[in-house]
């Protein structure tokens, strides 16, 4: 199964990103996949620079990984279906937001964010 | 019939029960439908049967405010009028654009869209459309694989367009000319219309051509279908008896100049192929495809003009330069061939793109623009080689016009991702909610609105529901000069309509 155009998932991940949360996440909670599939790794690391430059408040792994929707499914098929699901009802309510042009959902920036926190490592 | 002005002698007196000023797609619809009436209907035409550039030059004036193209080439000025070079894309308004909008300030028609029904479906028939059918279920029995985006009903629907490859002017040249009820007079520009000492009626038109002829046209009533600028600036320039202008006793001819904004707003990225026929178009080809519009629904609770967005590949659209910037030679010939030339280049590079672009498409506005009275047409201080003052054009866009085109994507953005379809990019212009203005780069459609807006009271408009001038008995104004709101579409579909209706209210006068 090929989860990420960008490649995301044989990005090798410190250490410390799976010691942040005891309950542990899967490495395709960062990935943003619908984004994967339409931009660059490089515009997703943009896109999430500029989120957390808008949301300074969420500028930690640990409070981004706590505002993503709880990733505990074993596979990576349950954790994309349930991000999928959440940027879904994201859009749905309204709750998007548009960094650099793009209209985004609250989830999928989060990810991005989370994708340019795990790059800059 | 056909006489050319030029070659009569000076000072001739031409007589009929009605005369139409101007023949593009307004005169000649009119002159069309008496064309088997007992009536003797004089048809003028400022220009030829085909383009002289000295005519062209008539059409000369000087531009401020939102970059505009050159009047010159704006519109064309000869038999046929503009239909010598458009595009025939035809889609009739909506329902909401006849209604009073309270967020749309100046909005209302003093008729409905039903007035019009009848009408636009006579209007097909003229413009050589299919029938009058605009609703998606009908083109989807009839064409195939039109497959349109998930999107959810209440919020965007899809608007059918037709198109139409009329060019007036090879199209009607011969019935016209051969016909006993219509007098077509070409190289006779109306240069002044003339009242009798009540002011409350026209007597009779000055005509003039380079040859250095005038003539008179008497008439029981007076149509000036002569385009919305050249219609204004006669209104204005026959000011010998009414020094303000003809018409004008409220201060609103040449006010509300409305035009269709048409910019390239956005980018709609798909993950993967969506095979669809439904919005693309080929000239000549296509007999109906679609564009994204926002419905009533969510333009009442946004409080938002009403637009559409049409889709372009990417990969081409990044490419080719804005109209604004290619149709910038007086010359209509210069500036058409500019602007093709830099299409085929941007095709030519496209075919070169690779990679995600492939699936991606160039959202284009197409919007109506609020009614602003700041938007004018007036008279310059310069005079053209008739002696007629040219017209100016300040062009003005309002806040309520940048914050519709932004919802509009904004709204498409929120459905592209609710329905997994694709994720939607805001062109630069768009991303700062405090920016107000337009970018150069912002493009008309060369449609010419509003500027002897219709409305039942004469403080409000220039002409009434049946589109005659108020005060003045027997003058009337066809054509996009009388659409209080500019809708999405492009407008001559709706004014063929409007001038359809007109020519049906003459006949009950005459």
Not at chain 1, 87 to 92: D, G, P
Not at chain 2, 299 to 325: D, V, Y
């Amino acid at each position: 199964m090929v989860y990420s155009a960008l490649g995301i998932t044989s990005v090798a991940l410190p250490i410390w990103y799976y010691n942040k949360d005891s309950s542990g996440y899967h490495e395709l909670v960062i990935e943003p996949e619908f984004l994967s599939h339409i931009m660059d790794g490089q515009s997703i690391d943009e896109i999430g620079s500029h989120y957390l430059e808008l949301n300074p408040g969420e500028s930690s792994e640990t409070e981004l990984i706590s505002l993503l929707p709880e990733a505990d499914a074993t596979t990576g098929d349950g954790i994309i279906q349930k991000i999928r699901q959440e940027i879904v009802a994201n859009y749905t309510s309204g709750d998007t937001i548009c960094i650099d042009g793009w209209v985004l959902s609250r989830t999928e920036a989060r990810q991005c964010a989370l994708y340019s926190l795990n790059h800059k490592t | 019939m056909h006489t050319d002005a030029r070659k009569l002698p000076n000072q001739s007196v031409i007589t009929g029960d009605i005369c139409i000023v101007g023949a593009g797609a307004a005169g000649i619809s009119i002159a069309l439908d008496w064309m088997n009436s007992d009536y003797n209907v004089v048809l003028l035409e400022g220009g030829g049967f085909d383009y002289d550039d000295k005519v062209q030059e008539l059409y000369n004036g000087k531009t401020s405010g939102q970059k505009y193209f050159p009047l010159k080439s704006a519109r064309l000025h000869y038999f046929g009028g503009t239909t010598g070079h458009w595009a025939g894309m035809c889609s009739p308004m909506d329902d909401l654009d006849f209604k009073i909008r309270e967020w749309v300030p100046n909005s209302g028609w003093p008729i409905s869209k039903k007035d019009l029904d009848p009408y636009y479906a006579k209007a097909q028939e003229t413009l050589q459309l299919g029938p009058y059918k605009y609703d998606y279920e009908y083109w989807d029995k009839e064409l195939p694989d039109l497959n349109p985006f998930p999107f959810k009903k209440e919020v965007v629907w899809n608007k059918m367009w037709q198109f139409s490859v009329a060019h007036f002017g090879k199209e009607y040249k011969n019935p016209i000319v051969k016909s006993g009820q219509i007098h077509l007079y070409t190289y006779a520009n109306a240069i002044d219309l003339r009242l009798d000492s009540t002011k409350k009626h026209i007597t009779e038109i000055e005509v003039a051509n380079h040859s250095g002829k005038r003539h008179i046209v008497k008439a029981k009533h007076f149509i000036m279908a002569c385009g919305t600028i050249q219609n204004t600036r006669m209104l204005l320039a026959s000011n010998t008896q009414m020094p303000q202008g003809i018409g004008n006793q409220n201060d609103l001819v040449g006010r509300y100049f409305q035009e269709h904004l048409e910019v390239a707003s956005a980018e709609l990225w798909l993950p993967k192929n969506f095979p669809t026929n439904l919005y693309s178009w080929t000239y000549g080809e296509t007999k109906a495809s679609a564009e994204l519009a926002i419905t009533e629904r969510t333009q009442r609770e946004h409080k938002m003009l009403n637009g559409t967005a049409s889709l372009e590949p990417l990969r081409i659209a990044k490419h080719a330069k804005p109209r604004m910037e290619t149709w910038q030679d007086n010359d209509p010939r210069k500036s058409s061939e500019n602007m093709f030339a830099n299409w085929r280049e941007a095709e030519k590079l496209g075919k070169k793109e690779t990679g995600n672009i492939e699936r991606a498409y160039a959202l284009i506005t197409r919007i109506e623009q609020a009614p602003n009275p700041n938007s004018r047409v007036t008279l310059g201080t310069e005079k053209d080689s008739l002696g007629v003052p040219r017209a100016n054009l300040h062009w003005e866009l309002t806040p309520l016009d940048k914050y519709s085109v932004r919802k509009m994507y904004q709204i498409l953005g929120q459905q592209a991702g609710l329905s997994e379809i694709g994720r939607i990019r805001l062109n630069d212009f768009l991303r700062d909610e405090n920016d107000h203005t337009f970018p150069d780069s912002t493009n008309g459609g060369w449609h010419h609105m509003g500027t002897t807006r219709m409305s039942d009271d004469p403080k409000k408009g220039v002409v009434d529901a049946n589109c005659k001038v108020h005060g003045i008995s027997n003058l009337f104004i066809a054509g996009a000069a009388c659409f209080p709101t500019s809708g999405a579409p492009n407008p001559t579909l709706t004014l063929t309509a409007l001038s359809l209706r007109l020519s049906d209210h003459v006949k009950g006068l005459v």
